[in-house]
């Protein structure tokens, strides 16, 4: 089967956007070839996929709840993870016994719209609803302006100083001027609400809308009847700079939410539409990279990105992987080099073999987690749409009772106290408060090459105090270094490293990598080399008409007595005379390892290794990096006793690793980070994935959790101490409807802006 196109929850088909405009039967996506265009299969599964659909229709973060509801008891939906920050949703379903025509069904008499998701085209249908709710904000804002103009000659003019015919007009004048807000405006509010009422729910927009439609009625009816038993004051200032300030906090959630997801977006329309492919006859043709195969060769030039994994045949040039990887340097690939989907051609024109297409290459990988991660919630986000509702039904019963408890007092006091409780009490920064700081957070990482698996992870991440790492692939590269060099008298060090590169350049033995690494130059030419297996290299060298035998290995190999110098692993060389030289190897840090201990403990965490590597190999790096505690020669179930104990301690630990044998202490860990070239196994378990391998990024993501929760933290205690002193405010009648409105909108307009403040990473 041919890899699936890989969806992105962000955008749109157009052609899927418009067929539901048209009429079009939703079960035209029935048809495999049209699901399989936002869906994939389900890793580890032959009979299920998961698809991607971008819901409209969602004002709030509380209708995730509701849509996941509408979906989940559907044939063949085995799960539903609907994120109301981004309305996306994720579906995992078996072909065998549902059909996305269903889904699509089921969402219209829930009263939302589906949309399937493709990542090769542009989202229509969203960034519409952008330009909208901007056109929205707009009117409201010019309407406030003018009913606010209204309305300040009736604050500030002394009894009797203003005649009744001039109050009438500005009355008049200022409910001419509230209607566009009301019809145009508020109509996302009033349709989420009727939405919800026709269902039989309470979303948070129904007391929304029911203190607009109460305060706008009751100042009409004030309007047309100034004598009447409404008293003579009216609110459409209040109502028009309610739904201003309401307007404002959405539309910067909105701002926030694009943004968080720029990341995800920016990986998610990489690719591009068209690729030159070559004939085997020498011809070339564009071809849209669905078409792509294994085996296929194109031709990509300068400027151009690789549209899948493969080899390079014919040229040389430079790749830009930072938006993969993180790595910010171009690298210098030529023929027999790996390219990766995703990354740009910044050199010359060159000839790929394509290996991998679709959901099978790296880049596909990627945008899947990230996908998945997207749609994830936070466990409190969780718990505040389930209790949403109970606090809405609270609400409008404390409004229902203000109201009866005031209208001895006049049917205008008792009508303005329920306004109040019914717009103070808009839960709407409270249930923004986590996701939107989980979100920005994500994002952050994400555009520094860090993919976040489980948003829950931050939460976690943020109370760890020990760090234990695992040491080979992970603070170590694949690489020996030279640490030092031994010499006979006469004989020059860089003359010993030129011959030992000299022998080395014939074997891929790691030793003898490090010592082809670490000799200058060329080095002479050697002859009739020969390697023995796990003993070293002999050549023969010819000079000044002279030859020479040198050989290059273990002590043994060489015909010498020579042990290890300080516990390092030594190479020998010698030649007929005997010794030569004696070269002191170590394993070569990985890049910005110090560095990256720096920055744990200047967080106060307690870092440690975990290896099965000797442990004389491990007390040396440990040293050498500044460990306290590093324990060698353990085993997979030795590193997992080993965390549980901690973890038996009270100890929050963070596990990094990127081996197989990593697997089941990255499970158990409280917190999992793998490297970007860890194996499949090691990268299923974690739950952060640093791309580039910078251990850097370990610190990084450490950090961000400790502000993430800090952010949620304040924003919880802001939501909660607003509520605890407006509530009973607005129902002891000391706050009017406009104090109330301005208080709701103030308290979403903070939570949003203190969530951006994650969506720039601290260094």
Known sequence: MQAAALPSPLSVAPQAAEAPARGADAAALDDRAEWESFSRPVKGRDDAWESYLAIEGMYCPGCSLTVEDALKPLPGVEDVQVNGATATARVVWTPQR???????????????????????????????????????????????????????????????????????????????????????????????????????????????????????????????????????????????????????????????????????EALARRLPDTVERLAADGGAERVPVRRLQAGDRIRLRAGEVFPADGRILEGETQVDEALLTGESTPLPRAAGQGVIAGSANLGGTIVVLVERTGADTRYGQIVAMMERASVEKPAIARLADRLATPFLLAVLFAAGAAAWWWWPQGPGQALGVAVAVLIVTCPCALSLATPAATLAAAGALARRGILVQRLDALESGASIDTVVFDKTGTLTTDRMSVRSVRTRDGVAEQEALALAGALAR??????????????????????????????GVQGRLEAAGASRTLRLGSAAFCGIAAGEQAGFPQVHLADESGWLASFALEETLRPGAPEAMAGLQRLGLQPEVLSGDQPAAVQRLAQRLGFSSALGGQTPQHKLDHVAGLQAHGHRVAMVGDGMNDGPVLARADLSIALGQAVPVAQARADFIIQGGQLEGVAAVLRQARRTRSVVRQNLFWAGLYNAVSVPLAIAGQMPPWLAGLGMAASSLLVVLNAARLARLRT
Request: glycine share 8%; aromatic share 10%.
């Open 506 to 535: 014939h074997s891929l033995h790691p030793a003898s990598r490090a010592l082809a690494d670490a000799a200058s130059g060329t080095g002479p030419q050697v002859q009739a080399v020969q390697e023995q297996g796990g003993r």
């Open 98 to 264: 549902g059909r996305p025509s269903q889904w699509l069904e089921a969402l219209q008499r829930a009263g939302y719209r589906g949309l399937p998701a493709s990542d090769q085209l542009v989202a229509v249908p969203r960034r519409q609803a952008q330009r909208m709710l901007l056109w929205r904000w707009l009117v409201a804002g010019f309407c406030m302006m003018q009913v606010m103009m209204y309305a300040v000659p009736a604050y500030v003019a002394a009894p009797g100083e203003m005649t009744p015919d001039v109050a009438a007009l500005l009355r008049w004048a200022a409910w001419l001027l509230t209607l566009p807000v009301l019809v145009f405006s508020c109509r996302p509010f009033f349709a989420s609400a009727w939405r919800d009422l026709r269902h039989a729910r309470v979303g948070m927009d129904v007391p929304v809308s029911l203190g607009i439609l109460i305060a706008f009625g009751a100042s009409t009816a004030v309007t047309f009847d100034p004598q009447g038993p409404m008293g003579g004051e009216v609110w459409y200032d209040s109502v028009t700079m309610f739904v201003f300030f309401l307007l404002s906090g959405r539309l910067l959630e909105q701002r926030l939410r694009d943004r968080t997801a720029g990341a995800l």
